[in-house]
């Protein structure tokens, strides 16, 4: 900690300062890291999670028909942009076509595909934006084959449907997962949990966990100067894994 970017700005100072190793264990922002070589930061940013999804379209669903949403804030406008022009590059490498983008849903049909799956890609987190469209897509769906690529910040929006997510093929791209079903690691740790604390850890437990396992082992093994070592340590954890690089010269570490 500290665990928002506000407090995290000033302490984070000092300890770059003082060559004193800092985790944001909570906050996606990157600005935490900005000219700070000594601040780490375990969730990655939006960029980050779109990059990867970028990659797993771009090796999974390369034949079909990918159309990238851009709307929303500026933030998630340029992400949207960005996300396109990297599945552009993997997946017309010769440079004679791109990626379609669409600014919002607005006449979406018209870049829809007949007899071939349209993947909808959305960077949008605007609960009422993207509960709309998924009603108006629902609708399509009826004549064509849709599947619609978002963020996991929408299983927690309260005026989405259900049935509209699962009739879209819902996928989203998430820094943590927690697999209860065959992870032998994840049941000892329930199990183990409820012994001591009688009852179920939270997200943020599990998250405290990987954390504090990861960075103390780190500490123990490479002593207290282990963040400049930091790219070459890889870690698994119970809900995510650990892979840290440096975005930009003279700032801090970003996990991806």
Not at 69 to 81: L, M, N, Q, Y
Not at 133 to 162: C, K, P
Not at 194 to 203: K, L, M, N, T, V
Request: aromatic share 14%; net charge negative.
């Amino acid at each position: 900690g500290p665990f928002s970017p506000a407090p995290f700005i000033p302490v984070s100072s000092w300890a770059n300062n003082h060559h004193i190793a800092i985790v944001s264990p909570f906050s996606p922002a990157n600005r935490v890291l900005f000219k700070r070589p000594t601040a780490i930061k375990v969730m990655p940013s939006l960029s980050s999670q779109l990059e990867q999804l970028a990659l797993y379209l771009g090796s999974q669903c390369k034949s079909e028909n990918i159309i990238v949403i851009s709307t929303g804030t500026e933030k998630e406008k340029i992400a949207a942009v960005t996300l396109r022009n990297s599945l552009t590059k993997i997946i017309f490498s010769d440079g004679n076509d791109s990626v379609k983008l669409s600014n919002g849903i607005g006449g979406i049909e018209s870049l829809f595909v007949k007899g071939k799956k349209n993947i909808l890609v959305f960077s949008s987190s605007d609960e009422s934006y993207v509960a709309d469209a998924m009603r108006q897509l629902h609708t399509l769906s009826n004549h064509y084959l849709i599947e619609v690529h978002g963020l996991s910040s929408w299983m927690r929006f309260g005026n989405i449907d259900l049935e509209y997510l699962q009739t879209l093929k819902f996928h989203f791209v998430a820094p943590l997962f927690i697999d209860y079903d065959s992870s032998i690691a994840v049941q000892r740790f329930l199990n183990k949990y409820d012994y001591f604390f009688h009852g179920d850890p939270c997200e943020s437990t599990f998250l405290g966990y990987d954390v504090g396992m990861f960075f103390f082992n780190s500490l123990n093994v490479y002593g207290i100067d282990f963040y400049q070592k930091l790219p070459s340590i890889k870690g698994q954890g119970l809900q995510q894994d650990f892979d840290f690089y440096v975005s930009e010269v003279a700032s801090g570490f970003e996990n991806r």
